[in-house]
């Protein structure tokens, strides 16, 4: 409805009574019509202000694996990303992107647990690991999707490890539970709240709701100050790469001597933390000085789902002799991490 159609339906409602026959024909209830019409008219006046500054509906999705899973009041099941007993955690438990229309800026705030924002268009700056941002998100509606909010469960992971608890059943309800308050401001200052609410279940696979939220006193958390953003370069300075090796039973192989003998292994997984890599590269430098320049792609993996690691299996290795064996983690042209060298030869 704009203000043409708003002027017009104004305008229409003293046509419509003149039409009908409210003339002067009985001055005595005049004074009666002509209040309620302007009443009318203030009210349609009124609804089509409302119409117009309320905000349209705001949708959350999960982001996995290429799939949009709208999340909803009812719930969805995410296995993106699991966790096991033992606190080792598999994929991305819940990535997601709001998106709506004339969106301004969107202040997130985690309760318990951490959220990673990544700007997969690179044009606005991210913070890390935080518990309470704002983003800027603008007039580019076809960017929001792109705007994505990594949750990550540390201290659930961190307590598993350590033993506090010897299995996810043993935690207490409370603590598997996180809330994600969204303070969403539009362009045109109307402003609503939303929430995603996400449990960790029996199984070690989540589950996430979203719907409106009215903000508390109990919800002091959303008072935390806002995380400062920090240049790319810090944030990728603080990722790490992980290499390991696993035998033909898929359990962890140790060196000897500082080297993997290549009839022993089964796999080389390779994982990162953070941002979701472009591709993941083997490269493979025989033994002896400078022999840099006989450096040799071994195999490419392209990062197309949402586990945060790929596996290389013994194949890749097999016509390796005596070699250093380096992995590349590339996120973009400009920010590459190595894992470092391991060393892998044939069994004698």
Avoid: C
Wanted: glycine residues 8%; aromatic residues 12%; hydrophobic residues 40%.
């Amino acid at each position: 409805m704009n203000r043409e159609y708003i002027s017009d339906a104004v305008g229409g409602i003293a046509d419509r009574h003149v039409s009908a026959g409210y003339t002067r024909q009985r001055r005595g209830r005049q004074w009666l019509w002509r209040p309620l019409a302007a009443v009318l008219a203030i009210a349609v006046l009124v609804g089509g202000m409302w119409f117009l500054l309320t905000p349209k509906g705001v949708t959350v999705s999960a982001y996995a694996a290429g799939t949009d899973t709208e999340l909803t009041g009812a719930g969805e099941s995410f296995t993106t990303g699991e966790i096991s007993d033992s606190g080792e955690l598999t994929g991305h438990p819940l990535m997601f992107y709001l998106t709506g229309e004339n969106i301004d800026t969107v202040r997130f705030s985690d309760k318990n647990e951490f959220i990673n924002f990544v700007d997969l268009t690179e044009q606005r700056d991210e913070f890390g690991f935080a518990r309470n941002i704002t983003v800027p998100y603008g007039e580019r509606e076809s960017e929001y999707s792109f705007l994505v909010i990594d949750w990550m469960p540390k201290h659930i992971i961190s307590r598993l490890r350590d033993g506090d608890y010897g299995s996810i059943r043993d935690i207490p309800e409370e603590l598997r539970r996180d809330i994600i308050v969204m303070e969403i401001t539009f362009q045109n200052g109307a402003k609503t709240v939303k929430a995603v609410t996400v449990e960790l279940r029996d199984d070690g696979s989540f589950f996430a709701v979203f719907d409106d939220y009215e903000i508390g006193e109990a919800d002091d958390f959303v008072n935390r100050p806002d995380a400062v953003t920090r240049s790319r370069e810090d944030i990728y300075s603080d990722a790490s790469v992980e290499v390991t090796v696993l035998d033909k039973n898929g359990q962890v192989l140790e060196t000897e001597a500082g080297w993997y003998f290549i009839d022993r292994v089964g796999s080389v997984r390779v994982s990162w933390e953070g941002r979701e890599p472009w591709k993941v590269q083997a490269f493979a430098t025989p033994t002896g000085t400078e022999m840099a320049e006989y450096t040799e792609l071994l195999a490419t993996k392209v990062v197309n789902t949402a586990e945060n690691a790929v596996v290389f299996p013994v194949e890749t290795f097999e016509d390796i002799t005596m070699a250093h064996v380096e992995f590349l983690v590339t996120f973009d042209s400009e920010h590459i991490l190595s894992s470092g060298e391991i060393n892998m030869t044939e069994e004698y």
